[in-house]
């Protein structure tokens, strides 16, 4: 459903935000040992966040990535998904045809469409400060 560039990001934002709520920040390298991504491929998917005002990128010696703790509640996944992907998912065929609306749709257009449209919701009402506290409690997990 999402990239997995998207799935990188999503990954290393509730990592950068677990580390922010103990005051700490994180490297390309660690968040790319922890959600198991190219140290590359992350420095890139980290820019798009940065540049999409998600997290913070701090230069030095003690730099990293980081995330103001008072915003970690207010940043929605959408935001990560838009970020990264795009709306795409929102508007995309479920069958990936170029022509697919309401006057002209794919066999699964109907089902799809109401998929799509939980997706967008949960998206849009999941918080990351959700995710990150459901890691931290043990709830679920980002790495077997």
């Known amino acids: 459903m999402f990239s ?10 509730i990592f950068i935000a677990i580390n922010s709520y103990e005051g700490r920040r994180v490297s390309p390298k660690e968040i790319a040992e922890e959600i198991n991504s190219p140290q590359a491929f992350t420095a890139k998917i ?3 966040l940065v540049r999409n005002n998600i997290v913070f990128s701090i230069k030095g010696a003690h730099g990293g990535f980081e995330l103001d703790k008072s915003q970690i509640s207010k940043i929605k996944i959408a935001q990560i998904v838009k970020a990264i992907d795009g709306d795409k998912i929102y508007n995309g065929c479920g069958l990936g045809l170029e022509t697919c609306d309401e006057n002209h749709p794919c066999p ?37």
């Open 46 to 48: 980290l820019q798009d």
């Open 4 to 13: 997995k560039a998207c799935e990188y990001g999503i990954k290393a934002a």
């Open 108 to 144: 699964v257009h109907d089902k799809f469409k109401s998929v799509r449209d939980e997706l967008k919701y949960m998206l849009e009402t999941t918080s990351l400060e959700e995710l990150a506290l459901n890691i931290k409690s043990g709830a679920s997990f980002l790495k077997v």
